[in-house]
C-alpha cells in the first residue's frame, strides 16, 4: 500500500496552495499559519522543494516562495517522489520478501486501493486543484 508521511502532505498542499497564487512570493509565516504547522518542519519540506527544482526561495524582508514557470503543471506524483523517492506498488499487507504477494488475503483491495492512489496521484497536475 502507499505510504504518504507528514511532509509529502505538507508538500502536497503546500504546493497547490503556492501554485494557486503564482504571481505573488509568499513568506514561510504565511504558509506556516494556513496550514498551522512548525516554521521549522515546513523550511525543510520547502527546502527539499526548492531543491527538487519545483520552488523558488527569494530571501529578503519581503521573501519567501514562488512557484518554478511551467512547474504548476506537475502531477502530484512528482511531487510525492520528490519529497519520497520513486515510489513503489505493495500489494501484500506482508512486508518479508519471502512472501509470495498472490497468497495475501487482503492483495484485491489493496490493489485496487493502490490504482485508486496511482492514477489520482499521476492525472492529476497542482494547478488542476484548488485548497
Known sequence: MFDISEATAIALHVM??????KDKIIPLKEIAKTFS???NHLSKVL???VKSGFLISIKGPK???????????SSLMDIYEAIEG???????LF????MNSCCCIMRPLISSINNTFEEFMKNNAICDLKL
Open 16 to 21: 497547490i496552495y503556492i501554485a494557486n497564487r
Open 37 to 39: 504547522i512548525s516554521e
Open 47 to 49: 527546502q527539499r522543494l
Open 63 to 73: 521573501g519567501g516562495f514562488c512557484i518554478v514557470e511551467g512547474k504548476d503543471k
Open 86 to 92: 520513486k515510489y513503489t506498488r505493495k500489494d501484500c
Open 95 to 98: 512486508s518479508s520478501r519471502h
